[in-house]
């Protein structure tokens, strides 16, 4: 079946401009998660969906980031005013159930943002 | 506030070599363990995960893993390596409570000699 799929994979931009990336979980999981990868780390989390809303948005660093999953299925990550410390590969991750910290989380490739 | 600890960032073995990966955690909560492996220009793929029960963990390509309260660690290894588990390595953690995000490690680099 068809897995999580994240578009673009690739997005360049220039410092100040608005960006938008999108996440298509996998069909009926009703979790979807956002992360966060820079070069040489470990994927950071920044947000959690529970169908519609969102459960745990501790992870985002500031309010330029913002994300909505207005049908509870596909998720758009937006990035207000980039800056350059923005860049890093952004991360879907979807799992099937509610609050079920066993849950398998199911990765997308990513998108890779880079900020000039 | 729950952490993980890689040590190193690059291991390397020859084929047919014992593969060892080491991953600590911290938690002030029982853990959720897991371990996720990244090939180059893919997503990242769970290789196990332990919740509860057995702390011996078997996953995909002969890897395993095991918990060790007693030490805070979750260590991945493979009796014998080959060329195609050239990868990067995450381990992770998360709670047992509602939210069920993941905290990663920086991960580790496995290179494969042949």
């Known amino acids: 079946g068809a897995g999580v799929s994240q578009t673009p994979s690739n997005k360049v931009t220039e410092k100040g401009k608005y960006v938008e990336l999108r996440c298509d979980p996998i069909?009926?999981?009703?979790?979807l998660y956002w992360y966060r990868q820079s070069l040489g780390q470990g994927p950071e989390f920044l947000i959690y969906f529970q169908g519609t809303g969102a459960a745990d948005d501790s992870g985002l660093p500031n309010d330029r980031f913002f994300a909505v999953r207005p049908e509870g299925s596909v998720s758009t990550l937006k990035i207000q005013r980039t800056e350059r410390g923005d860049s890093a590969v952004y991360l879907c991750?979807?799992?099937?159930?509610?609050?079920?910290?066993?849950?398998?989380?199911?990765f997308g490739p990513g998108t890779r943002l880079t900020v000039l | 506030a729950q952490s993980v600890t890689q040590l190193g960032s690059h291991v390397s073995v020859s084929e047919g070599a014992l593969v060892l990966l080491r991953c600590n955690y911290s938690s002030s909560v029982p853990p959720y363990l897991f371990w996720y492996v990244q090939y180059p220009n893919q997503g990242l793929q769970l290789l196990l995960k332990?919740?509860?029960?057995?702390?011996l963990v078997k996953g995909i390509n002969g890897f395993e893993a095991e918990f060790k309260k007693s030490e805070t660690s979750f260590h991945l290894t493979k009796p014998s390596a080959h060329m195609s588990d050239a990868a990067e390595y995450f381990c992770?953690?998360?709670?047992?409570?509602?939210?069920?995000?993941?905290?990663f490690g920086k991960g580790i680099t496995l290179s494969v000699r042949p």
């Open positions: 332990y919740t509860t029960g057995a702390t």
């Open positions: 991750a979807s799992s099937l159930r509610r609050a079920a910290s066993t849950d398998t989380q199911y």
């Open positions: 069909s009926g999981h009703t979790a």
């Open positions: 992770a953690v998360s709670s047992t409570g509602a939210n069920s995000k993941l905290t």
